[in-house]
T-cell receptor, first 113, second 115 residues
Framework: GEDVEQSLFLSVREGDSSVINCTYTDSSSTYLYWYKQEPGAGLQLLTYIFSNMDMKQDQRLTVLLNKKDKHLSLRIADTQTGDSAIYFCAESAPSGGSYIPTFGRGTSLIVHP | ETGVTQTPRHLVMGMTNKKSLKCEQHLGHNAMYWYKQSAKKPLELMFVYSLEERVENNSVPSRFSPECPNSSHLFLHLHTLQPEDSALYLC??????????????FGSGTRLTVV
């Protein structure tokens, strides 16, 4: 299987909460990230969490980390049409002195009125 | 603008052509990366440079040739590509190979089509 797995699609109604899930395999993962990619653009860092944390909140975004199950989630409260994008989960673990991240395939979030 | 600029935004090339992709960052970062993004596949790391030295090459075919003349510029030279090389090529930079705190800053990518 892949190192970082995400479901490919999520569809939500405007105003609802979105929860995007991710699982990873490397137990030595130190940093976990969520990136957002809008059409025609590169990836934009949304938020990150250290592996010694289990939750991080930043305005409408809440990241939950279950290290035991190697499960990461991103909750977007009050989802807006502008949140429609592809969301990438990434993890990085020390390897030869670097922490180059491994990305998932991305989850396409579709927000409809 | 993210601070990482890629040119051109779109490129169509024949299989016998030679072209180059350019990436420029003025963020003071010391590490730069080339990624390949194909539909429905995980982001593939191609090359990593730290302080202008190549530190990783993930079994990329020799028809892709990177060049990092200084810490602000990164090139990807292309020659005799195949149609399956059509993809979005993303450049990224980070403060160092640790990628802490601010993660990675990506450019908008070059959409490459090989005909």
């Amino acid at each position: 299987g892949e190192d970082v797995e995400q479901s490919l699609f999520l569809s939500v109604r405007e105003g609802d909460s979105s929860v995007i899930n991710c699982t990873y395999t490397d137990s030595s993962s130190t940093y976990l990230y969520w990136y957002k990619q809008e059409p025609g653009a590169g990836l934009q860092l949304l938020t990150y969490i250290f592996s010694n944390m289990d939750m991080k909140q930043d305005q409408r975004l809440t990241v939950l980390l279950n290290k035991k199950d190697k499960h990461l989630s991103l909750r977007i409260a009050d989802t807006q049409t502008g949140d429609s994008a592809i969301y990438f989960c990434a993890e990085s673990a020390p390897s030869g002195g670097s922490y180059i991240p491994t990305f998932g395939r991305g989850t396409s979030l579709i927000v409809h009125p | 603008e993210t601070g990482v600029t890629q040119t051109p935004r779109h490129l169509v090339m024949g299989m016998t052509n030679k072209k180059s992709l350019k990436c420029e960052q003025h963020l003071g970062h010391n590490a730069m990366y080339w990624y390949k993004q194909s539909a429905k596949k995980p982001l593939e790391l191609m090359f990593v440079y730290s302080l202008e030295e190549r530190v990783e090459n993930n079994s990329v075919p020799s028809r892709f040739s990177p060049e990092c003349p200084n810490s602000s510029h990164l090139f990807l030279h292309l020659h005799t590509l195949q149609p399956e090389d059509s993809a979005l090529y993303l450049c990224a930079s980070s403060q160092d190979l640790m990628g802490r705190n601010y993660g990675y800053t990506f450019g908008s990518g070059t959409r490459l089509t090989v005909v």
